[in-house]
C-alpha cells in the first residue's frame, strides 16, 4: 500500500528549497525588515500614547512588555503554523495584515483616547500586539521555507535569527535618530504600513495565489485619511512632544505653548512682564526677594519650555544672562518661529540634557538656577538628586539661589523626597504652595499641582518672599524650619543610585477651585 503524503505541505527533497519558496536574499529581507518594523512600531506607540498616559517609566514599561508579548506569542505562533499548513501561504497575509493595523494606529489611538479614554489600554495594547505577533511570526516561516537539510538546521536558524535581531537594532536606531525628528509619527506609521502592504502584495503576486491586497490596501488609506480627521492632531511633532500653540482669546498677544496636551508655558509675545501661571509668578517672588530691584543676573535654566522665565528676567533686569539646558530642539524652533524669540535678548538656548549642561559650567558662576524641566508631568530623575544637585550646588556662589517646579499629587511623596535631597545638598531649603500642601494646614485635604521648593547656601529673607508672593496675588505660603522638617518626614533623599520618581509621583489628583 502506497504512503499517504500530505497535500498542503510539499515534501522537501535534500537540497533543494522548497518550490516557491524565498531565495536566500528574499529570505534576509523578509526577516530583517519585519524585524524592524516591530520596534519602529514599539518606539511610535510610545510617542503615541505619551500624550494620554504620560512619558513615565510605567508607559515605557507597558509598551515595552506588550512587544516582548508580541514578539514571544508570534514566534511561537509563527513556528506552529510552518509546521501544520503550507509556510509560502502565510507570508503573504502576515505582512499585509500587520500593515493594516499599523497604518490604523494613530487614528484608533487619537480617536480612543478623547472618545472612550476608559478603552485605551485594551486599544494600544491591541495595536501594538497584533502586528507585533504577525510580524514577529515572519521570521519563523522563512526559516521553514530555508530550511532543506537537517545538516544545515544550526546554519539558518543561526542566521535568520541574526538578521532579525540586526534588524531589530537597525530599526530602533532608524526610528529614534532619523524619523521621529522628520516625520510625524503618524506619517511614520502610516508610511510603514504602506510599505508592508506593498511587501504583502510583491509576495503574494510571486507566488499567485492570493488577491486580498486591495482590500489591505483600502485599509491603509482609511488610515491616512482617518488620520486627517482623527482628534489630538499637532501643530508640530518635535523629537519629544505632540507640540501645539493655542492663542488666548482674552489676550490678543497672548500664547500657550501645550506640550503632549498639557499646558507648559503662556507667554505673551509683546510683554514679557506678564506672567500668567501661579507657580512662575511664585519664582518670581523669589527672585525678587533674594536680589535688588533691577539687579542684572547670571541664570541658568533647566528646560526651556516657552521661556517665559528668562523672557521676564530679561526685560526687568536688563543686562541679565540666562542659559538655557532645552533637550528638545522643535521646543526651540517654535519660540523662534511661533513665540516670539530672537537674537540678541541676553537668552542663549543650547539644546542639550540639562545635567550634561550643567557640568560644562563654571565653578560659582551663577546667580541663580531655575529647575523646570518635565517629561509630562515628571521632572526627570536624573534632575532630581543628590549627585545632581550638588552640581547645581557646584555652579552657584556663596549667594547663588536653586528654584525648582514641581508637580505631585495625594501623599506628595515625590516632592517631598526631593525637597528632603535638597536639605541633605543645601545649609537653607524652603518650600512654597498652598498651605494645605506643604503641611501649613493641616485641617484641609491637600489636592496637590505645583510647588515650588528653593535652596541656598545663604539664608533666606522669608517675610520679604511672603510678602513678593502676596504682591503677585499668588495665594501661596512658604514653609520653613519645623513645619518643613515635619512635612518632609521620613522621606528618604533621592540618589542616582536609587531614584524611582516615577513611582513616587502622584500626577493627578481632583481639581481645585481658585
Not at 524592524?36 to 513615565?56: D, F, K, Q, S
Request: charged letters at 15%; glycine letters at 12%; aromatic letters at 4%.
Amino acid at each position: 500500500m502506497a504512503p499517504v503524503t500530505s497535500q498542503s505541505s510539499p515534501p522537501v527533497t535534500e537540497g533543494i528549497p522548497p518550490r516557491g519558496g524565498p531565495g536566500p536574499g528574499t529570505a534576509f529581507v523578509l526577516v530583517f525588515g519585519s524585524s524592524a518594523a516591530v520596534l519602529v512600531v514599539e518606539i511610535v506607540a510610545l510617542r503615541l500614547l505619551a500624550p494620554y498616559l504620560g512619558l513615565t517609566l510605567e508607559t515605557s514599561t507597558l509598551v515595552i512588555g506588550i512587544a516582548l508579548t508580541a514578539i514571544a506569542s508570534g514566534s511561537w505562533l509563527g513556528g506552529r503554523l510552518a509546521d501544520r499548513a503550507d509556510p509560502r501561504r502565510l507570508v503573504g497575509p502576515a505582512l499585509g495584515m500587520s500593515g493594516a493595523v499599523v497604518a490604523l494606529t494613530p487614528a484608533l489611538l487619537r480617536a480612543t483616547a478623547e472618545r472612550a479614554p476608559a478603552a485605551l489600554l485594551l486599544v494600544a495594547s491591541l495595536t501594538i500586539l497584533v502586528p507585533g505577533a504577525l510580524l514577529s511570526a515572519v521570521t519563523p516561516i522563512v526559516t521553514k521555507l530555508r530550511l532543506t537539510s537537517l545538516a544545515e538546521t544550526g546554519t539558518v536558524v543561526g542566521r535568520l535569527s541574526g538578521v532579525g535581531t540586526f534588524g531589530a537594532i537597525v530599526g530602533t536606531v532608524l526610528t529614534g535618530f532619523v524619523l521621529v525628528s522628520r516625520l510625524p509619527v503618524s506619517g511614520i506609521l502610516i508610511g510603514l504600513g504602506t510599505l508592508l502592504v506593498v511587501g504583502s502584495a510583491l509576495v503574494e503576486w510571486r507566488r499567485r495565489g492570493w488577491n486580498s491586497t486591495p482590500v489591505l490596501a483600502l485599509a491603509v488609506l482609511a488610515g491616512g485619511l482617518a488620520v486627517t480627521v482623527a482628534p489630538g492632531d499637532c501643530d508640530q511633532e518635535t523629537r519629544y512632544h505632540c507640540a501645539r500653540i493655542v492663542a488666548d482669546p482674552a489676550r490678543a498677544t497672548g500664547r500657550t505653548l501645550v506640550l503632549d496636551g498639557l499646558r507648559h508655558s503662556y507667554v505673551d509675545v509683546d510683554d514679557p512682564a506678564v506672567l500668567e501661571f501661579t507657580y512662575v509668578r511664585a519664582i518670581a517672588s523669589v527672585v525678587d526677594a533674594a536680589f535688588p530691584e533691577g539687579r542684572p543676573l547670571a541664570a541658568h535654566h533647566l528646560g526651556g519650555g516657552g521661556l517665559t522665565l528668562p523672557r521676564h528676567l530679561a526685560a526687568t533686569r536688563p543686562g541679565t544672562r540666562s542659559v538655557v539646558s532645552e533637550i528638545d530642539d522643535g521646543v526651540v524652533r517654535i519660540n523662534r518661529d511661533h513665540l516670539g524669540l530672537r537674537p540678541g535678548t541676553g537668552i542663549d538656548v543650547r539644546v542639550e540634557d540639562g545635567r550634561l549642561g550643567l557640568r560644562r559650567l563654571d565653578a560659582a558662576s551663577l546667580d541663580l538656577v531655575v529647575g523646570d524641566a518635565f517629561g509630562g508631568v515628571s521632572v526627570p530623575w536624573h534632575l532630581t538628586t543628590a549627585e545632581a544637585m550638588a552640581d547645581v550646588r557646584r555652579v552657584l556662589n556663596g549667594h547663588g539661589v536653586y528654584v525648582a517646579n514641581l508637580i505631585d499629587h495625594g501623599g506628595m511623596a515625590f516632592a517631598r523626597a526631593e525637597v528632603a535631597t535638597l536639605s541633605a545638598t543645601f545649609e537653607h531649603v524652603a518650600v512654597m504652595g498652598e498651605p494645605e500642601d506643604i503641611g501649613l494646614d493641616r485641617a484641609t485635604t491637600p489636592s496637590g499641582g505645583n510647588l515650588v521648593a528653593l535652596a541656598s547656601d545663604r539664608p533666606f529673607d522669608v517675610p520679604a518672599t511672603q510678602r513678593a508672593l502676596d504682591a503677585r496675588g499668588t495665594g501661596w505660603k512658604i514653609a520653613t524650619g519645623h513645619d518643613l522638617t515635619a512635612w518632609i518626614g521620613d522621606a528618604r533623599p533621592l540618589t542616582d543610585d536609587h531614584a524611582p520618581v516615577d513611582q513616587l509621583l502622584q500626577p493627578y489628583g481632583p481639581p481645585r477651585s481658585r
